[in-house]
């Protein structure tokens, strides 16, 4: 009885690793990368999202509209400045931000039934591996000649460098009345998914070339515009749960936005 049990359990693992393998082999001649390539990342909307407003509106668009979205979020400790710099400025809202995603995240689930296969997990870059020096420099031009960045470090630096790492543009979320709009918005062209930068740019803006790989979808609308598109389309409330503020306070405890830093101040009552 005992040799009995042993030759039928040894049989099923024989069977069961032929399956195994049989179903690997299957997969492995099913897997084309070019087809992935074209079938499922150019399908899908890389976006920087922060939990803020702007990215926040876009992700929410992107959703109800039943597209698929890889969200990115920045975390690496020197995303607003050089790691070297004593007094650096350090994003105090980290995880305010992460957790407003979170619960965004969750809204949407709750809202749109789709929204847990499209809205794939967040990508948190925590390290940006072998930075190219020719962005940096042309970042540092556009910070010191053109006046397009507050810091020659800055958080667009960062993800001009990771967009030279992917395959598929990045979105960045800047709306109409946004600091970095004012200097880009001349330069795009199209509107939406494809508003991108011209190939063509005058000698002195040479350097803005760095956007290449950086789509604009809501550079043409204002925070009153999307606003009025939430409403709208019906997720004004998740949009209301993005968070803003810079620098935080703890109001018995739990962090509040400040209402005093220009987030705060810009950002509409909802
Ligand atoms: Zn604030």
Redesign the pocket.
């Known amino acids: 009885m005992r040799y009995l049990f042993l030759s039928v359990s040894v049989i099923i693992i024989i069977l069961y690793w032929c399956y195994s393998v049989e179903s690997y082999t299957t997969f492995k001649k099913t897997l084309d990368p070019e087809k992935y390539r074209k079938e499922i990342l150019t399908d899908t909307h890389f976006v920087c999202w922060t939990g803020g407003y702007d990215s926040t509106f876009r992700i929410c668009q992107l959703i109800r509209a039943r597209e698929r979205v890889q969200p990115i979020y920045l975390s690496m400790e020197d995303v607003d400045d050089d790691r070297t710099n004593k007094n650096r400025v350090q994003r105090k809202?980290k995880k305010n931000e992460i957790q407003s995603m979170e619960k965004i995240r969750g809204l949407l689930e709750d809202k749109y039934l789709h929204a847990k296969y499209l809205l794939l997990p967040t990508l948190y870059i925590n390290e940006l591996v072998s930075p190219y020096p020719e962005i940096q420099k042309c970042a540092a031009y556009l910070y010191s000649k053109l006046g397009w960045f507050t810091r020659k470090v800055n958080q667009y630096e960062r993800i001009l460098q990771l967009t030279y790492k992917l395959s598929e543009p990045l979105e960045i979320c800047v709306g109409n009345d946004d600091g970095l709009s004012k200097s880009i918005k001349k330069f795009v062209v199209d509107v939406g998914r494809n508003c991108r930068l011209v190939h063509k740019l005058p000698h002195k803006y040479k350097c803005a070339c760095i956007f290449g790989g950086v789509r604009f979808p809501i550079i043409h609308l204002t925070k009153e515009d999307m606003l009025g598109i939430a409403t709208d389309e019906g997720y004004e409330k998740v949009l209301a749960q993005s968070w803003?503020?810079?620098?935080?306070?703890m109001v018995k405890g739990q962090y509040l936005?400040?209402?005093?830093?220009?987030?705060?101040?810009h950002?509409l009552k909802l």
Do not use: F, H, Y
């Open positions: 809202n803003s503020c810079w620098t935080p306070v936005p400040c209402g005093q830093c220009d987030m705060c101040r950002r």
